[in-house]
């Protein structure tokens, strides 16, 4: 937990959010300003800045996110999609606890 952290603030329920998918280690909800016709978030609940921050430990989170995001993906009626996660300032992150974007069925072109 990161005291000003949006997205964890979602996981500890103090903002609301349209979750699709909550488990022990990993949460997905809805993107607040959507990309796609289905563009959710999968986010982890351990706060990690980014990319850049995850060492070995996180081997097995990182994993399951990627496993994650195409059985929720169809379950959002998706058969593709796209899925981004920027890294760092330059990557164009806005929000540093690390997620992954999952955008499918319309306009994807946004790299945010
Ligand atoms: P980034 O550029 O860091 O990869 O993307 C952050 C994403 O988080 C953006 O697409 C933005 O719309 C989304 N986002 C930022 N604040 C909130 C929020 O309070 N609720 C939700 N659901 N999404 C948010
Ligand atoms: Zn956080």
Redesign the pocket.
């Known amino acids: 937990m990161s005291a000003n952290c949006?997205?964890c603030k979602?996981i500890s329920g103090a903002?609301p959010?349209?979750k699709i998918y909550e488990d022990d280690d990993v949460i997905a909800?809805?993107?607040?300003?959507?990309?796609a016709k289905v563009?959710f978030?999968l986010v982890p609940k351990l706060h990690i800045d980014s990319l850049l921050g995850c060492e070995n430990e996180h081997q097995a989170l990182l994993g399951k996110m990627l496993l994650l995001a195409p059985q929720l993906a169809k379950q959002q009626g998706l058969a593709g999609f796209k899925t981004?996660?920027?890294t760092g300032v330059e990557g164009?992150?806005?929000?540093?606890h690390i997620?992954l974007?999952v955008m499918g069925g319309g306009n994807q072109s946004r790299n945010?």
């Open positions: 949006v997205f979602i903002i959010a349209t909800f809805n993107d607040i300003r959507p990309s563009h978030l981004l996660i920027n164009g992150q806005e929000v540093f997620h974007h945010s």
